[in-house]
């Protein structure tokens, strides 16, 4: 698909958060482009559950029904101490707040297939491109010149960044990112030592499988995380599980840990009494914990509009799940400040009268942007809280995670938290 010379928005980067964002925009039939300079996933996936509120956000867009079905559902998440249970996420705990009471495990990859193949459906693809260089405000053309790489051009209006951590919209908009708690910045190097490393793989096991089928195992006792979910080929029979290993800030994990790593640490932190195999490795990653969050999610420039979503505007650990999760209801919520911004505009322009019609950005910068500051928060607690695996730390974590599964009251509320319904009503839920 060719690069247009002109369109109402531009999405920069294709991953979910893109894909989403795109697709919504779509649905509102405005004139859009998603650009990225490569989509083949080859630094591996990381995120793999889809929690509440995004199986809400997606069913916005026709998508939550075909996500349940290439995924695996599941009712909650196990955390254990060795292999000892320590405590229960039980999501069917909220039945009378969802029509959605369960997570649903999918690999990432899996999720921007299905994203790519709805938007293409819908009459739009992936523009692979280079890279985008620059942009500024022409006050002339009325509009914002996107540049690339290659030095071609195309202009928009509303210019959309979902291109990652290192988002290159982001730092041309010459937004701050960093984290909110220590103000360390997202590009210090003292941001790659706060807590923890992880080494991700998806692998299949030699039979017995001794982790549960049908949800996330998080084990403490080191930390060991196994989620299983759907072979990506139709043709595999064996489960295929993705396997987080998490690592103290000291020890360095490889770029791309091999099988025998990979090995060699489960036999180290094996909660079973019989032995984890691999039997084979697909995909491997790193993942270096850090925290940030951009200062704004929403920039004008002349009379253009540059915003921000998912991990452009936001990372953090990816204990808990919420990474994806987050940038995807994003995506959804900056689809309608766009649509809503435009239909407005568009009204003004009949010479109806009409509030502030930049307020409506405001609102999404700061509504996502208050919501990103408790995710990273709670991102934080619990990834401390899985480091503690020595001394009396770790026997207050253990004991107290016992006792709460005996409160019904509180297992809901941790429920309602990690789920994502804690993080407020979606703009498509209200009246």
């Not at 909110?180 to 080494?199: C, V, W």
């Not at 790193?286 to 979503?309: D, M, P, Q, S």
């Not at 998912?310 to 994003?330: E, F, K, R």
């Not at 253990?398 to 509180?410: C, I, T």
């Amino acid at each position: 698909m060719s690069l247009p010379s002109e369109v109402e928005v531009l999405v920069v980067g294709a991953g979910p958060v893109g894909l989403v964002a795109a697709i919504t925009l779509k649905k509102f039939g405005l004139n859009i482009a998603v650009v990225d300079r490569d989509i083949s996933n080859r630094n591996g996936s990381k995120a793999t559950v889809l929690h509440i509120r995004t199986l809400e956000a997606l069913e916005t867009i026709g998508m939550v029904n075909i996500m349940v079905e290439h995924g695996v559902p599941t009712n909650g998440i196990r955390f254990t101490g060795g292999s000892n249970k320590l405590f229960d996420v039980d999501f069917s705990l909220l039945n009378e707040q969802t029509a959605y009471p369960f997570a649903v495990m999918i690999p990432q990859q899996q999720v921007e297939a299905l994203l790519r193949k709805k938007l293409k459906e819908m009459g739009s693809e992936i523009i692979v491109c280079p890279e985008v260089t620059d942009y500024f405000y022409d006050d002339e053309k009325k509009a914002i010149r996107v540049v690339l790489a290659d030095q071609s051009v195309i202009w928009t209006q509303y210019l959309l960044g979902t291109d990652g951590g290192r988002s290159t919209i982001r730092k041309l908009a010459n937004i701050p990112f960093q984290d909110p708690q220590t103000g360390i910045a997202y590009e210090d190097k003292n941001s790659l030592g706060q807590t923890i490393h992880f080494a991700l793989a998806d692998v299949s096991f030699e039979e017995p499988l001794l982790f549960a089928r049908d949800y996330p195992t998080f084990c403490l006792d080191p930390f060991l995380v196994c989620t299983p979910v759907r072979p990506l080929i139709p043709q595999q029979t064996e489960t295929l599980c993705r396997i987080v290993l998490g690592t103290l800030k000291h020890i360095e994990v490889p770029q791309s840990p091999s099988k025998e790593y990979l090995q060699a640490e489960l036999d180290r932190r094996n909660p079973f009494k019989e032995r984890l195999v691999i039997k084979e490795v697909f995909i491997t990653s790193r993942y270096r914990v850090r925290a940030a969050l951009a200062e704004t999610y929403w920039k004008k420039i002349g009379n253009g509009h540059v915003l921000l979503a998912g991990d452009a505007a936001h990372v953090h650990s990816p204990v808990g799940g919420q990474g994806m999760n987050l940038g995807i209801c994003d995506a959804i919520e900056v689809g309608h400040a766009i649509r809503d911004h435009i239909e407005a505009k568009r009204t003004l322009s009949n010479g109806s009268e009409g509030s502030d019609l930049d307020r409506i950005l405001q609102g999404y910068a700061e509504e996502r942007r208050n919501i990103g500051v408790k995710v990273l928060a709670l991102a934080k607690r619990l990834t401390r809280m899985v480091t503690w695996n020595y001394g009396w730390r770790r026997v207050v974590r253990n004991v107290v995670m016992r006792v709460a599964g005996f409160f019904p009251s509180l297992k809901k509320a941790v429920a309602w938290r990690v789920s994502g319904l804690g993080n407020g009503v979606l703009r498509t839920q209200r009246t």
